[in-house]
């Protein structure tokens, strides 16, 4: 789904509003808020090297996809 909409709105502005990482790793730009505030602004690369928020929320998200994926893993033995 998100290469197709990559495809169709490639020259286009568009705003997303998302919690989901996979929808905004390749985007231009990117606000991050926290408790309705702007915290940081930047593309993935920027955020991730701030170390800030954003960062540890890229490591949540990652750290509950690597357990899900555990959890189907161990109840499919």
């Given at each position: 789904?998100?290469?197709?909409?990559?495809?169709?709105?490639?020259?286009?502005?568009?705003?997303l509003?998302?919690?989901r990482?996979?929808?905004?790793?390749?985007?231009?730009?990117?606000?991050?808020?926290?408790?309705?505030?702007?915290?940081?602004?930047?593309?993935?690369e920027q955020?991730?090297?701030?170390?800030?928020?954003?960062?540890?929320?890229?490591?949540?998200?990652?750290t509950?996809?690597?357990?899900?994926?555990e959890?189907?893993?161990?109840?499919?033995?």
């Amino acid at each position: 789904v998100l290469s197709a909409l990559r495809k169709e709105l490639k020259n286009c502005t568009v705003l997303l509003i998302t919690h989901r990482l996979s929808g905004v790793e390749n985007a231009d730009h990117i606000i991050f808020l926290r408790d309705g505030e702007v915290a940081e602004e930047g593309n993935h690369e920027q955020l991730l090297a701030k170390h800030g928020f954003y960062e540890e929320f890229v490591n949540q998200q990652n750290t509950s996809i690597h357990r899900n994926t555990e959890d189907v893993t161990n109840s499919s033995q």
